[in-house]
């Protein structure tokens, strides 16, 4: 198996802004333009602007750096953490080769890049590259795993819908994306160019695991990772597609499953005890220094996140609920549960208006339909208060974890990676069904 390049769909707009720090050649020809530069595009036809002059292309166009290693270029206003709660925008640096396409109504850029590249990249850009190398590696093969899984099941069903007057159900795992092989932000993996991956931990990843991923029954892993999972990790078949992954299995986030719990989390009472208490957990953390060293600078504005609270008025969760599903449920009566994942997260959740009753799912869904963004995780349970005439004024939200769970928990295997435990000792932890062999 050999994957010397891949491509990653970065930001697209009817415009888009670059700063060409180097040399770039245009569409393969030894015609060199460097410095500020408009891209547009007008029918059929892709318009580059730049130290006043105009070069056209039909559909598509190329920018090939004359040093791969030297030649960089800025995209301004790149959108990183697209419709979560840490969405902003920034001018992000990047190396490689910068594709433009046209995509029906709107251009795209693609940055052409060395996997090694990517992947130092991404494990900056998930986490801050000052932690650990232990912590890196075990990131690294992670990552890379899930990459080379999504290229080698290109194609394959990645999303399903239901929706009727019971039940709204979607789940959506990577969008099977057409013009390039990933998409840069969260909902692939976090790739924001070269601006964090000048870090000597992080060469050192690289170097250490170059061609080593996840394997199970002979077939490299799709190997999932979230922030934090709330002290026991979920199912991927509750997350996304209904098809059980035995080498994504549920684990208790420490090095010995809880005995003062009932470990059944999927059992309302014992998913609620959970939720309120603090049981021992790798990823249960409010260490300063520690989540300043791994955490990256975005990813430190979310606090309180191994347990959390949301508190909603009537009002307030009952604009949410009607706007993000656009109907109309009136005021909002009870949101009841119907399905737990083995983490607790819930699965299925119905809600309960007085004009309408409807069950919605998965996981993301239920996140973004209760929030103006999305929610921490689908780990919560519902109390209401303050109930006048048989509607609540108020429903607080009791929650766990960061993320969908799957898989490595980052904050958790950061911990561990502090414990002096090793890269495979971490690997094996969350997948321990897997195996670490070389690809390439």
Not at 378 to 392: H, L, T, W
């Amino acid at each position: 198996m050999r994957i010397q390049k891949i491509n990653i769909g970065i930001l697209s707009g009817e415009e888009i802004s670059i700063d060409l720090l180097g040399d770039f050649s245009i569409n393969k020809s030894n015609e060199k333009i460097t410095g500020k530069c408009i891209v547009n595009f007008e029918r059929n036809v892709v318009k580059l602007k730049c130290n006043n002059k105009i070069y056209t292309k039909e559909k598509d166009f190329l920018l090939t750096p004359s040093y791969y290693e030297t030649e960089m270029f800025r995209l301004n206003n790149v959108k990183i953490g697209m419709d979560f709660h840490w969405e902003q925008q920034k001018n992000l640096m990047y190396q490689g080769s910068l594709k433009f396409v046209i995509n029906e109504e709107e251009l795209t850029a693609i940055n052409i890049i060395n996997i090694d590249d990517y992947l130092r990249s991404v494990i900056s850009s998930e986490m801050s590259p000052k932690n650990s190398v232990e912590f890196l590696k075990a990131h690294a093969i992670v990552s890379r795993s899930w990459l080379i899984s999504q290229l080698l099941n290109k194609g394959k069903t990645q999303m399903e819908f239901t929706n009727n007057s019971d039940e709204h159900i979607v789940w959506h795992d990577k969008n099977d994306h057409n013009l390039f092989d990933v998409c840069a932000d969260d909902h692939c993996q976090r790739y924001q160019g070269i601006s964090k991956i000048r870090n000597e931990n992080v060469d050192k990843a690289i170097k250490l695991t170059k061609g080593l991923v996840l394997t199970f029954d002979k077939k490299v892993l799709d190997a999932r990772y979230s922030k934090c999972c709330g002290g026991k990790t979920e199912l991927f078949e509750n997350v996304w597609e209904p098809t059980p992954s035995t080498g994504l299995q549920s684990i208790f986030d420490y090095k010995y499953p809880p005995d003062e719990y009932e470990r059944n989390l999927t059992d309302e009472k014992c998913a609620r005890r959970w939720f309120l208490d603090r049981p021992k957990s790798f990823c249960d953390t409010d260490d300063e220094n520690l989540l300043d060293n791994i955490l990256v600078d975005f990813d430190k504005k979310t606090q309180n996140f191994f347990r959390w609270q949301i508190i909603y008025s009537q009002k307030d969760i009952a604009a949410l609920i009607n706007k993000n599903l656009g109907m109309d449920f009136g005021r909002i009566l009870d949101l009841q549960p119907i399905k737990r994942g083995e983490s607790g997260r819930l699965i299925k959740l119905k809600i309960i208006g007085e004009k309408k009753t409807l069950t919605i799912g998965k996981e993301l869904e239920i996140r973004r339909v209760l929030s103006e963004k999305h929610l921490y995780s689908s780990a919560f349970f519902v109390e209401k208060e303050d109930i006048k005439n048989n509607v609540p004024q108020k429903f607080i939200l009791n929650g766990a974890g960061w993320g969908h769970g799957v898989g490595l928990c980052q904050i958790g295997a950061a911990v561990m990676a502090g414990q002096n435990y090793r890269f495979d000792e971490i690997l094996l932890h969350y997948f321990p069904q897997a195996k670490i062999e070389k690809a390439y």
